[in-house]
């Protein structure tokens, strides 16, 4: 009775453009005009050197996609052989389109954030179908919304936010400017006859250890016949008979003690398949005048549609007690340790699911819990959640508005609800949602950034995050928590940037404050705070063709999209480390120096818990090769910053905070043992030292306040500060880097070759400052298990190289491949 097919094959792409000479090329659905073109070989890889500035045209054009099908009334029939309904469905039409089919004009649409269904069947031709999908220019869109509006302040001087498309399309101080037009998600004919199920939303709540969920049918109909529907779940079922001119059900399933899911770290990810079945009513008649449907649904006739998601039994609220900001999932607070996540590529269509696996994969090996996902970027694919289900990552989602004002006049309230209510019904299954977020740094801008003056009365959003938004998620999705925006302290009257209250973005450290500021804040939340630093060598190498690579060379510059970010870069190395002498300097200390920023604050929000109960670090992921606040870069290479991230992220963590230690114990167990804390010079040679015994509860932070012998150095550039406990260990150095007398480094350094590398042991001789391999520079595929490790005299550390190729042991074990802070200089 339903059959649906993909209509992927046999597109074409034609310019509509007396100045663009490109007609009937190949085209890939799903995709877009940029990889369409870059395909046939008709503009360069935007990705390399300054390419981009080349292809700001694309966005300026219209496009016509193409495709002819056969289709045959046969398809989906029902009992008089001839199908009652035919859709086309569109799952993603990025972003200004019009839908063509046989001449005949379908619709015309401009969300890019939308799912579509069209009824076609009186369109349709027996055999040969012509399908077009014409593409007019974002920019000639935006430009016409502007101008009957009026411009509205932003970050950034391009038209986003007068469409509903990706913000960050046209261009970020982290991306390139590339305003895409395309088929992006599927697109597909859905031939059907009697009912079909239009929404199928389910909401799963816990009361006390039973599991409940309510399943919201939505059904559709061409034929006015008594329909069943049926659900179930975990051996729970429930079934509802809806009566001719009946479209709406609700169907109720308990579940007595069903396993919980919980956030990594804290339980298993144990999901449960929930099954909703539409079939013909027993004895009903066929509205053709056929014979009654035949047997295939417990309690019904034939089967008509079938849905079947994952769903997790779990609870989820928001405990905003005192102005805190914490999640609780299952009644258990939880401590977030997160990361942004903005679009993986330009291109969203070129993201597979294996590449998805593998940037999900490490956010989860940093010990990441929570994934945010920008509101200036998409709603993610479905694969997206599902795999987020599986691996623990709870999802904050922001609705899609970022750093404008956005205007609430027509069409953009309608647009604005339809894809709300498209995107909270797709994802309403998925436990590791656990909260939606409004947007991204509208409330902080028209509070903090002059705004208000610029608006002189007019529309900015208020009313979207305030009133639309809150509204319905509470008739869609009551289960999650709905915060208006981030920042934001709770209340619209109240300053949206307050750290004592709600969730809080830093970025005085990094814009202008020394990253040790961060060290002066005292946050509930901190929902947004980075530091930059380059992409790993080869990525450059890759996309840049400087010769010679510098920090200042054309290419790299081009590649760092933040205002005066080089700049930035140098000033933030401040009093920590030297000055780079060299482009391999600049790049190592530049890399080093964010990851020691972002160690440094998530450290010290750590040791405020609970009362800080968050931190979600700017940003995980990178769209293209760029110098960026990213932990793994556009080329999915980790950077230090990634590798910090996973130490500073583990369950449990030592950290020296002025005259304290602070013992973090995120974990399910008691942590019990002796701290041992030394005040050391620098051939490792105790000069002070004390032991604590002590047990730190589960999900516990224990301050354990030093003496003066420990914390007063005689000399302060000879001497160091280290705490042990078990195997976890932190160390603070009495004066930045340069102002310690450390010595030149010396180490002994062994390779040996294992299966898929080579296992490097390097053993110190003197004291070894932030000792780091960057295997990449011999062979681009290369990466290493560990860095940024500090050795004393006397101790020694592993790393396991993987290559698929041989490396040289001497140059693996040599400048600029093996570093460290107190090296031999290397001349110019």
């Known amino acids: 009775m339903s059959m649906y097919r993909p209509l992927h094959d046999g597109w074409t792409l034609t310019a509509v453009s007396d100045e663009v000479d490109i007609a009937g090329i190949p085209a890939t659905v799903p995709g877009c005009v940029h990889t369409d073109l870059l395909a046939a070989g008709l503009i360069d890889d935007p ?30 029939a029902g009992a008089g052989g001839e199908a009652d309904r035919a859709d086309l469905v569109c799952d993603g039409l990025d972003t200004v389109a019009t839908v063509i089919l046989n001449g005949a004009e379908v619709a015309a649409t401009a969300n890019m954030h939308r799912f579509y269904r069209f009824p076609v069947r009186d369109l349709l031709r027996e055999g040969e179908n012509t399908l077009q999908v014409r593409f007019g220019s974002p920019y000639a869109y935006a430009a016409r919304r502007k101008e009957e509006l009026g411009d509205l302040p932003g970050a950034y001087d391009e038209p986003y936010q007068f469409i509903r498309k990706m913000a960050c399309n046209f261009g970020w101080d982290w991306g390139p400017t590339l305003v895409t037009s395309g088929i992006w998600r599927p697109i597909g004919l859905h031939a059907w006859s009697g009912a079909r199920l239009s929404a199928v939303r389910p ?112 609870s989820v609220r928001l405990d905003r007690e005192d102005d805190a900001f914490t999640i609780v999932v299952n009644d258990a607070p939880v401590f977030v340790r997160g990361a942004n996540w903005i679009p993986d590529d330009c291109f969203p269509s070129r993201i597979t699911p294996e590449r998805l696996a593998q940037r999900l994969g490490q956010a989860c090996e940093a010990n990441l819990n929570l994934l945010r996902i920008w509101g200036g970027g998409l709603y993610e694919s479905t694969g997206f959640y599902d795999l987020c289900d599986r691996l623990g990552l709870l999802v904050w989602q922001d609705f899609p508005f970022a750093c404008a004002a956005y205007p609430e006049e027509e069409p953009f309230a309608s647009e604005v609800e339809a894809e709300a209510r498209d995107a909270i019904v797709r994802l309403a299954p998925h436990p590791s949602l656990v909260l939606w977020n409004g947007n991204n740094e509208n409330i902080e801008g028209f509070s903090d950034w002059g705004w208000r003056d610029k608006l002189d009365g007019r529309t900015w959003g208020a009313g979207f995050y305030y009133d639309l938004l809150p509204r319905v998620v509470a008739e869609l999705d009551p289960t999650r928590p709905y915060w208006a925006g981030s920042p934001y302290s709770g209340e619209p009257g109240l300053p949206p940037n307050d750290p004592a209250r709600g969730t809080v973005h830093i970025w005085d450290v990094w814009n202008r404050e020394d990253y040790l500021r961060y060290g002066a804040y005292r946050p509930r939340f901190v929902a947004e705070f980075g530091f930059q630093g380059p992409p790993a060598y080869a990525t450059l190498r890759r996309a840049l063709g400087d010769e010679p690579l510098t920090p200042g060379s054309p290419g790299v510059l081009h590649h760092q999209k933040a205002a005066d970010g080089n700049a930035k870069l140098l000033r933030g190395l401040g009093d920590h480390l030297p000055a780079p002498a060299t482009f391999d300097d600049w790049h190592y200390l530049t890399q080093l120096n964010q990851a020691r920023a972002m160690a ?172 780091a391999l960057f295997p990449d520079r011999l062979d681009p595929a290369a990466e290493v298990d560990d860095m940024l490790v500090t050795l004393l005299p006397g101790s020694a550390a592993t790393f396991l190289v993987r290559a698929p190729g041989e490396l040289d042991p001497v140059a693996l074990t040599s400048y600029p491949v093996l570093r460290c802070v107190n090296e031999r200089r290397q001349v110019p």
Request: charged fraction near 25%; proline fraction near 8%; charge should be negative.
């Open 47 to 76: 990705y390399l050197d300054d390419n981009e500035s080349r292809l700001t045209w694309i966005g300026r054009t219209t496009w016509a996609y193409e495709t002819s099908f056969t289709w045959h009334a046969s398809e989906g």
């Open 203 to 314: 909401l799963v709540t816990l009361d006390g250890r039973e599991g409940r969920v309510e399943v919201h049918v939505t059904v559709e109909r061409s034929s006015e016949v008594p329909v069943v529907v049926t659900a179930s779940v975990a051996g729970a079922d429930a079934e509802v008979r809806l009566a001719p001119g009946e479209r709406e059900a609700v169907l109720e399933l308990t579940v007595p003690e069903p396993d919980l899911w919980w956030p990594r770290g804290y339980g298993g990810q144990p999901l449960y398949a929930l099954a909703v079945r539409l079939s013909e009513a027993d004895g009903a008649a066929p509205a053709d005048g056929g014979a009654p449907g035949g047997g295939g649904a417990p309690g019904g006739g034939a089967i008509l549609d079938e849905w079947t998601r994952d769903i997790g039994f779990r």
């Open 600 to 771: 440094f604050g998530i450290e010290r929000f750590r040791s405020l818990a609970p009362y800080c109960m968050g931190t979600i670090v700017w940003q995980l992921n990178d769209c293209w090769p760029v110098i960026s606040w990213a932990a793994v870069d556009g080329d999915a290479r980790r950077k230090p910053l990634w590798y910090a991230l996973r130490r500073v992220y583990a369950d449990r963590l030592l950290t020296i905070q002025d005259a304290t230690v602070v013992v973090v114990n995120d974990g399910p167990e008691d942590w019990t043992g002796e701290l041992t804390v030394t005040r050391r010079d620098l051939t490792g040679k105790p000069l002070a030292e004390r032991t604590f015994p002590m047990t730190v509860p589960a999900r516990g932070t224990l301050p354990v306040p030093l003496p003066g012998a420990l914390t007063t150095a005689a000399d302060p550039a000879e001497e160091v500060l280290t705490a042990k406990l078990g195997e976890h260990g932190a160390l603070r150095f009495f004066a930045e880097d340069p102002e310690m007398a450390f010595p030149e480094a010396e180490y002994d350094v062994e390779t040996e070759p294992v299966p898929g590398g080579v296992r490097v042991t390097v053993t110190a001789r003197t004291l070894v400052r932030e000792l």
